[in-house]
């Protein structure tokens, strides 16, 4: 079941929030999820939605996914914000990303690229110990075992193309999302339905 709801408050942007159900941490679709999410919105500049609505329409300062886990439910969410008269064409081209990633595999060459940058990142944030500490914790809790950096980068490299847009077409088909809009008390305008 998905939803539309807007708020109007006193801002001068709109602040829209995309998103859907996720795999639940235990869930044997999560690896290639956290894999699709970091293509699709992750915090690398060469995310599909930063390409598409930053760099190519120049409609966004900032637009980025997440994916959270929990033991039972999981959460996507994809959040962007841009003048009012903009949203309705942001979110068009989040859907077309996401039709894109559904019906287009990837090739060799880009899914060699997107594990590889995916690797480095959690390869990078271990660096933070802190951070980490608390992330062993978490997954010791949940799974009463820890991966090695290896066997983590194994799961990862282990993803298909033909698999992510399995996973695409399971979890994020573009007529399953909710949306939130936080709007300008002024806007007259259509917002995203």
């Not at 439910?73 to 309705?88: I, K, M, N, S």
């Not at 390869?123 to 075992?145: D, M, P, Q, V």
Request: glycine residues 6%; aromatic residues 8%.
């Amino acid at each position: 079941m998905s939803f539309n709801v807007i708020r109007h408050k006193d801002i001068h942007q709109a602040h829209v929030i995309m998103g859907a159900a996720a795999p639940h941490a235990g869930h044997p679709d999560r690896h290639a999820f956290q894999l699709l999410n970091n293509i699709l919105g992750g915090p690398a500049m060469t995310s599909r939605f930063n390409t598409a609505l930053r760099e190519r329409a120049g409609l966004v300062y900032t637009v980025e996914s997440t994916y959270s886990a929990y033991p039972d439910a999981g959460l996507w969410q994809v959040y962007f914000g841009c003048d009012p008269h903009d949203a309705p064409r942001c979110r068009h081209l989040v859907e077309r990303e996401l039709k894109q990633i559904i019906t287009t595999p990837l090739t060799p060459r880009q899914l060699r690229a997107a594990q590889q940058q995916y690797c480095g990142q959690i390869g990078i944030a271990r660096s933070n110990r802190e951070n980490y500490a608390i992330s062993l914790g978490k997954t010791y809790a949940l799974y009463g075992h820890v991966r090695s950096l290896d066997e983590t980068f194994a799961l990862i490299q282990a993803v298909t193309a033909p698999q992510l847009q399995i996973v695409a077409a399971r979890w994020l088909n573009p007529e399953h999302l909710s949306t939130l809009t936080y709007a300008p008390h002024e806007t007259s305008y259509p917002l995203p339905r």
